[in-house]
């Protein structure tokens, strides 16, 4: 386990669950239409108009609309003309609609596409390099190397800056996408150019298959256990770590869940058995019909013990780290750092379709060992610590506006965060733009080498946030506020 300064993500946008974002778009369209069309595509393509009939009573005017809509969109809408696989599409939407009524966002009907995605994101294992980049102002740096992957073996850095991809410039270019460029096939090869401190390093890199769900290190002599999302390979990985820990006398533990959006329950119920004596109750399930499901602590994998332990949270850990979260304070006293998680408390599971694709529903409520529902409500950190604000914000892009003197704006608020951060002298965060800022703010134009001025333009301020994040990832333990207060927890001071 390396004892080398390792960086934490952190995410720089309020998340959105897959869920949400697909529901945020569906929201967009007319959702009675999609309804009367899932019902015409039902009634002509998959023969339920029975179904719908005993379902809703007296069928014969619903399946005389059906047919209209049926025939409108497929023979006589004048844009139909022009659609490619305009059945498919239809239908796609048409049940999207109708799981959407349903009101509940993480219950979803998802295409083969984006289907796939979503078992890949779920498995934990990817294949490519390994690594975590922030992208702005044309630099693309990367911040987080992960242990054992491609990139680690083939001897990419955090804080190197990529500057072309098998030959490719990708500095000043707008017409190429490093992830893209990264991304291939299992084996294949691909030449990383980059700048390190400097000095121009090529680095070829055989692609391939690496756990990006959880990574470890050792700080003060506590464990940090980062676990990303709870996929399939999750636990053992988990294990491996902790085994590690206790090799090297490791007593205290830090786990961070940190803006993960959650994963399979069975996966948090092994990781709960490290760490759980063996028949402590991790969770319940509440069942439609009222009956609860109690999962407990398997002894069929030995715990491994830790003296203290803290876990990190904000608010976007959600579903599976909330399970885990409140198993390890309400079973073990671990005290909770952070903000105030997402509160999603409920259980999803998905029925495939021969296409592909998917609709995933919402099964059942969780409770806590003591039960407590977190839907919607979140977990209450035991000591609650925010992060910088200018960490907590993400690079503006181009078309901020230019700020003048004596106004008052989000864009000026945004640099005087970012200058406070930054160690310049500042007199107020609230967006008027004060003499002070302006002082700062030539100061700055000064240190990186702009053209000193008396307004705020978007380039300026695109630099401040970059600046920001070069000085967040550079000494992030130092800087961590969570994490500093958890290691203050664990080493009971």
């Given at each position: 386990m390396s004892e080398e300064k390792k960086v934490v993500r952190v995410k720089l946008v309020k998340h959105e669950w897959p869920d949400e974002r697909?529901?945020?778009?569906?929201?967009?369209?007319?959702?009675?239409?999609?309804?009367?069309?899932?019902?015409?595509?039902?009634?002509?393509?998959?023969?339920?108009?029975?179904?719908?009939?005993?379902?809703?009573?007296?069928?014969?005017?619903?399946?005389?609309k059906f047919s209209i809509v049926q025939e409108v969109m497929q023979e006589l809408w004048y844009f139909g003309k022009d659609a490619?696989?305009?059945?498919?599409?239809?239908?796609?939407?048409?049940?999207?609609?109708?799981?959407?009524?349903?009101?509940?966002?993480?219950?979803?009907?998802?295409?083969p596409e984006y289907a796939e995605s979503f078992i890949s994101s779920m498995e934990g294992n990817?294949?490519?390099?390994?690594?975590?980049?922030?992208?702005?102002?044309?630099?693309?740096?990367?911040?987080?190397?992960?242990?054992?992957?491609?990139?680690?073996?083939?001897?990419?850095?955090s804080g190197d800056v990529i500057i072309a991809v098998d030959g490719i410039d990708i500095r000043d270019n707008d017409t190429v996408d490093l992830a893209e460029l990264v991304r291939g096939e299992e084996d294949s090869e691909v030449v990383i150019t980059v700048d390190r401190?400097?000095?121009?390093?090529?680095?070829?890199?055989?692609?391939?298959?690496?756990?990006?769900?959880?990574?470890?290190?050792?700080?003060?002599?506590?464990?940090?256990?980062?676990?990303?999302?709870?996929?399939?390979?999750?636990?053992n990985g988990v294990g491996s770590y902790l085994s590690q820990m206790k090799e090297n006398g490791i007593e205290n533990l830090i786990i961070d869940l940190r803006d993960n959006t959650g994963g399979y329950l069975t996966t948090v119920v092994d990781i709960g058995s490290y760490l759980l004596p063996d028949g402590d109750l991790i969770l319940q399930e509440e069942n439609r019909d009222g009956s609860v499901v109690q999962y407990y602590s398997k002894d069929s994998i030995e715990t491994i013990p830790f003296e203290n332990i803290a876990v990190l949270i904000n608010g976007n850990t959600a579903s599976a780290s909330e399970v885990l979260t409140a198993a390890l304070r309400e079973n073990l006293g671990a005290t909770v750092v952070g903000t105030l998680s997402y509160g999603?408390?409920?259980?999803?599971?998905?029925?495939?379709?021969?296409?592909?694709?998917?609709?995933?529903y919402t099964k059942a409520e969780w409770l806590t060992p003591n039960g407590n529902k977190i839907n919607g409500v979140g977990i209450t950190p035991d000591i609650e610590v925010e992060l910088p604000l200018a960490v907590q914000y993400g690079i503006p892009d181009e078309?901020?506006?230019?700020?003048?003197?004596?106004?008052?704006?989000?864009?000026?608020?945004?640099?005087?965060?970012?200058?406070?951060?930054?160690g310049y002298d500042i007199d107020r965060t609230d967006g008027y733009f004060s003499e002070q800022t302006l002082s700062a703010l030539q100061q700055f134009e000064r240190d990186h080498g702009y053209e000193v001025s008396d307004e705020l333009n978007a380039e300026v301020l695109r630099q401040t946030s970059m600046q920001v994040f070069d000085k967040w990832y550079d000494d992030i333990n130092e800087l961590d506020p969570q994490l500093n207060a958890a290691l203050e927890v664990v080493h009971g001071r």
């Amino acid at each position: 386990m390396s004892e080398e300064k390792k960086v934490v993500r952190v995410k720089l946008v309020k998340h959105e669950w897959p869920d949400e974002r697909a529901a945020r778009h569906k929201r967009q369209r007319n959702i009675m239409l999609v309804i009367l069309l899932c019902g015409a595509f039902f009634a002509g393509g998959f023969g339920l108009s029975a179904l719908t009939r005993s379902s809703l009573g007296n069928g014969t005017e619903m399946d005389a609309k059906f047919s209209i809509v049926q025939e409108v969109m497929q023979e006589l809408w004048y844009f139909g003309k022009d659609a490619e696989n305009l059945d498919e599409t239809l239908l796609n939407g048409a049940i999207s609609g109708m799981v959407d009524a349903g009101g509940d966002i993480h219950t979803q009907y998802m295409d083969p596409e984006y289907a796939e995605s979503f078992i890949s994101s779920m498995e934990g294992n990817l294949v490519g390099i390994g690594i975590q980049y922030t992208s702005a102002l044309d630099i693309n740096r990367i911040y987080h190397v992960f242990p054992g992957s491609p990139a680690d073996i083939g001897g990419l850095k955090s804080g190197d800056v990529i500057i072309a991809v098998d030959g490719i410039d990708i500095r000043d270019n707008d017409t190429v996408d490093l992830a893209e460029l990264v991304r291939g096939e299992e084996d294949s090869e691909v030449v990383i150019t980059v700048d390190r401190d400097g000095e121009v390093l090529d680095f070829t890199i055989t692609r391939g298959s690496f756990d990006s769900s959880v990574y470890a290190y050792t700080l003060d002599d506590v464990g940090i256990l980062e676990i990303n999302t709870f996929g399939e390979t999750t636990a053992n990985g988990v294990g491996s770590y902790l085994s590690q820990m206790k090799e090297n006398g490791i007593e205290n533990l830090i786990i961070d869940l940190r803006d993960n959006t959650g994963g399979y329950l069975t996966t948090v119920v092994d990781i709960g058995s490290y760490l759980l004596p063996d028949g402590d109750l991790i969770l319940q399930e509440e069942n439609r019909d009222g009956s609860v499901v109690q999962y407990y602590s398997k002894d069929s994998i030995e715990t491994i013990p830790f003296e203290n332990i803290a876990v990190l949270i904000n608010g976007n850990t959600a579903s599976a780290s909330e399970v885990l979260t409140a198993a390890l304070r309400e079973n073990l006293g671990a005290t909770v750092v952070g903000t105030l998680s997402y509160g999603k408390g409920t259980v999803q599971t998905s029925i495939p379709f021969n296409d592909g694709s998917i609709i995933k529903y919402t099964k059942a409520e969780w409770l806590t060992p003591n039960g407590n529902k977190i839907n919607g409500v979140g977990i209450t950190p035991d000591i609650e610590v925010e992060l910088p604000l200018a960490v907590q914000y993400g690079i503006p892009d181009e078309t901020a506006q230019t700020v003048a003197l004596d106004s008052v704006s989000q864009e000026c608020m945004l640099a005087q965060i970012n200058l406070d951060f930054l160690g310049y002298d500042i007199d107020r965060t609230d967006g008027y733009f004060s003499e002070q800022t302006l002082s700062a703010l030539q100061q700055f134009e000064r240190d990186h080498g702009y053209e000193v001025s008396d307004e705020l333009n978007a380039e300026v301020l695109r630099q401040t946030s970059m600046q920001v994040f070069d000085k967040w990832y550079d000494d992030i333990n130092e800087l961590d506020p969570q994490l500093n207060a958890a290691l203050e927890v664990v080493h009971g001071r």
